[in-house]
């Protein structure tokens, strides 16, 4: 008999495995299950302490069963939640990069808040007033709530202070500006012959950082990068940020006191960590990673300014994707609310570095315990009087790629700022057309 | 209707006897390869399931579009090929993929001759040897990129702190754009050449042992017997690793991820980046589906052409 044994039994293991393909387990009755993607973009255990923030929640709400779902980078995170909506089985909460909302928003990807809010028997003002001021403008979109702040951060100068002694500087008076961080990073340069073997400073440019890094630059030069009411427009052929170009370029090619390139963010804290370089500008996020590795004594200080003290924020914010059903949108809206409270904000920025974006988070006892023992972590909080929200435009990514790209052929001296910024400001224009083609350049 | 057919039915198959000979023979035939088609069938479903329906997929996503964000999806028919062919990012990438392709085939086959070369015979040494130079191919492409992105670090990284004592100035291997796009074929040949070492080796136990030995007693040379006789008996394997380089050479981009994302300024981005990066950070589908397609076809013919030319050289008399 040529219909073997064998080979009925393949179909049969074939049909069992089509099966279990075409119909996933069925939801039986208990709890809502809600799933809670989360990215970890910085270095340490945050996955560890995701799940015990999780295990947690679960113990006090037995209706609720989340599970935290790793997905990778801040941009892995954007491509999953966005596979998963198309694939008609969206996560009911994500922790998303702060500044993808926005292209979110245009794409029908997220929920409105608003309704969620006024059933809690509140308003959005009040809602929203528990957070930082800074944090909202990356959170509200149009006048409606579509994130609630997680965890953030903004840049600061990290300084060398065994180095700054040595050269005869004093690192309980940081640099405050532009003229003066130049002045630093000369006299932190060290030199034998052509040869540099200690650089004055560094500053990161890979994609996604060399944007923040800009925005820094720009926004601590009077500019504003791009049109926060408004995700069609970006300005980058303006004077405030070729002032900040120059400036970096002219630390790299005239003062010679940073090397020249493209250099990406973990380089740069290598650097700095090693000694190779004195001082460097990065996110809050790294000061965990800075106080734990960092063998002499170092200073954290605000970014310094040439016309004002400004600097963009980070980090990320809790959204509910559109298309869920009433009852995970609800179960997703209770952990939300929960995982921004005081207490757990609080501790989720012990264990991470972060700050915690619920102001009320620092006036819980462990937080000023906290922070009484490192006060290098205030730095980033009261920075946060002077901070404005992150880029975010129609297609952020590719925008920002298209000043990105510019920026590293200056660094690497293929091009003078002026003609580079001309070159990006045509490409984000070509890229944002789509856009201004149905809103702004719609006309009746 | 249904009356009439089994009236009709006797009167076509008796007036067409010819045709009902081919339809029993057809049928016969159909019944004795039945059971092999059963056999397929497992596998069919999966790679209709995975591969030609993805296929399939790309093949309509590339006909539509979007006219603005919010706009419904239209067919646009050629209008993504002809979009992603006046791209400068996409000829950027087809550029970079070219030099990248020769870049890492020349040298790594080069390579992997001279290995297999020097190592074609067994003994304990020679096998150590081997296990070594075979090392790269068993680590993961992701893990070596991120052993690589230490290696090639700027002033701190284990290249700078030998090189540093050389050059006054130390190049920044992955963040200056003429330099980035060699940085990285570095890598591909030292995890490749070992890789087609074996090909080479098992091409090499194929050259009749009694032919070296005529051209011996001919007196002549090593060169001579190298020129004569091992390189063209090579020639299936040459071919073979040729095609198996350039498909990874279009294939494999991950030390691209890691390393580098297609930057600085695009100076490592290949065509693969190219298509993830529309389908992910532009967010175009159909930009995507498209430019996925030309990738496809420029692949099918490469391995068509070297299937013919293998069947050619085998086919000859």
Same mark, same amino acid.
């Given at each position: ?222 500019? *504003? ?10 300005? !980058?052929? #303006? @004077?405030? +940020?070729?002032?900040? =170009? %120059? ?102 920025? *012990? ?10 988070? !620092?006036? #819980? @006892?462990? +937080?000023?315990?906290? =922070? %009484? ?72 | ?317």
């Amino acid at each position: 008999m040529l219909f073997s044994r064998r080979l009925m039994l393949g179909l049969a293991m074939a049909g069992t495995m089509a099966g279990a393909l075409a119909f996933p387990a069925l939801a039986g009755e208990g709890p809502t299950e809600i799933d809670l993607f989360f990215p970890v973009p910085v270095d340490g255990k945050l996955a560890r302490d995701m799940g015990t923030l999780i295990k947690e929640f679960n113990e006090g709400h037995p209706d609720i069963k989340a599970t935290a779902v790793y997905t990778g980078s801040y941009d892995d995170t954007l491509i999953k939640t966005r596979a998963a909506i198309k694939a008609g089985k969206p996560p009911a909460a994500v922790i998303m990069s702060a500044n993808f909302l926005l292209d979110m928003q245009i794409e029908n990807e997220l929920t409105n808040l608003d309704s969620l809010i006024a059933a809690d028997g509140t308003t959005k003002e009040k809602f929203l007033g528990q957070f930082f001021p800074a944090l909202q403008g990356n959170a509200v979109i149009n006048r409606s709530v579509y994130g609630v702040p997680f965890h953030n951060s903004t840049p600061l100068l990290y300084i060398n202070a065994d180095k700054a002694k040595e050269a005869g500087l004093d690192p309980n008076k940081p640099p405050q500006t532009w003229a003066e961080l130049t002045d630093w990073a000369k006299k932190l340069t060290k030199r034998e012959g052509d040869k540099v073997t200690q650089w004055g400073i560094a500053i990161p440019c890979a994609y996604d950082y060399c944007g923040w890094m800009m925005e820094t630059l720009t926004m601590s030069n009077g500019g *504003r990068y791009y049109n926060e009411e408004f995700g069609g427009e970006v300005y !980058y052929d #303006t @004077p405030s +940020m070729l002032g900040a =170009l %120059t400036w970096w370029n002219d630390l790299i090619h005239k003062h010679k006191v940073h090397a020249p390139g493209a250099t990406p963010g973990p380089a740069v804290s290598t650097s700095f960590i090693s000694g190779n370089a004195a001082m460097m500008m990065l996110s809050t996020g790294s000061l965990t990673y800075v106080r734990d590795n960092a063998k002499f004594a170092y200073k954290v200080a605000f970014i310094p300014r040439n016309v004002r003290n400004a600097v963009p924020i980070g980090g990320a914010s809790l959204i509910i994707p559109a298309g869920l059903e009433a009852d995970k949108q609800k179960a997703a809206w209770t952990l939300i609310k929960w995982m921004t409270s005081p207490e757990k904000s609080a501790w989720w920025s *012990r264990a991470t570095g972060y700050f915690a974006p619920n102001m009320a988070a !620092y006036k #819980t @006892p462990d +937080m000023v315990e906290f =922070l %009484t023992k490192n006060p290098d972590a205030k730095t980033a909080v009261e920075q946060l009087d002077v901070a404005k929200p992150w880029f975010a435009t129609y297609k952020t990514v590719p925008v920002r790629k298209n000043l990105e790209d510019e920026v590293m052929l200056v660094l690497n001296g293929k091009k003078q700022p002026k003609e580079a910024l001309a070159a990006a400001q045509k490409a984000a224009d070509e890229t944002l057309k789509p856009y201004n083609a149905e809103t702004s350049l719609k006309l009746p | 209707m249904s009356l009439a057919e089994p009236a009709t039915l006797p009167v076509a198959t008796t007036s067409v006897a010819p045709r009902l000979d081919l339809l029993t023979r057809l049928t016969a035939r159909v019944k004795a390869s039945l059971p092999a088609y059963l056999l397929l069938l497992p596998s069919l479903v999966f790679l209709a399931l995975f591969t030609y329906g993805a296929m399939g997929r790309v093949l309509i996503d590339a006909l539509y579009q979007r006219a603005t964000p919010k706009a419904p999806l239209r067919f646009v028919g050629l209008d993504n090929i002809a979009a992603v062919l006046a791209d400068p990012a996409f000829t950027g990438a087809v550029v970079n993929n070219l030099i990248y392709a020769v870049g890492t085939a020349v040298p790594s086959i080069a390579l992997a001759l001279l290995f297999a070369l020097a190592l074609a015979r067994t003994h304990a040494v020679n096998s150590a040897l081997r296990a070594a130079l075979f090392l790269p191919v068993l680590i993961p492409m992701v893990a070596a990129s991120a052993l690589f992105l230490f290696i090639f670090l700027p002033n701190v990284g284990l290249l700078d702190y030998y090189i540093g004592r050389l050059l006054p100035v130390l190049p920044n291997w992955l963040g200056d754009p003429d330099i980035a796009l060699y940085a990285i074929m570095v890598i591909t040949i030292w995890k490749n050449a070992g890789y087609y070492m074996l090909f080479f080796l098992a091409g090499l136990q194929a050259v009749p042992e009694d032919v070296m030995e005529a051209a011996h007693l001919d007196g002549a040379g090593p060169y001579m017997r190298l020129r004569h006789i091992i390189l063209p008996e090579l020639k299936p394997t040459f071919l073979f690793v040729t095609v198996i380089a350039i498909l990874n050479a279009v294939t494999q981009v991950d030390h691209v991820f890691v390393m580098t994302q297609g930057g600085p300024s695009n100076s490592t981005n290949l065509v693969l980046f190219y298509i993830y990066q529309q389908a992910v950070e532009h967010y175009d589908i159909g930009k995507a589906s498209a430019a996925t397609l030309l990738t496809l076809a420029a692949l099918m013919g490469l391995t068509a052409l070297s299937f013919r030319t293998m069947a050619n050289r085998e086919g000859a008399p």
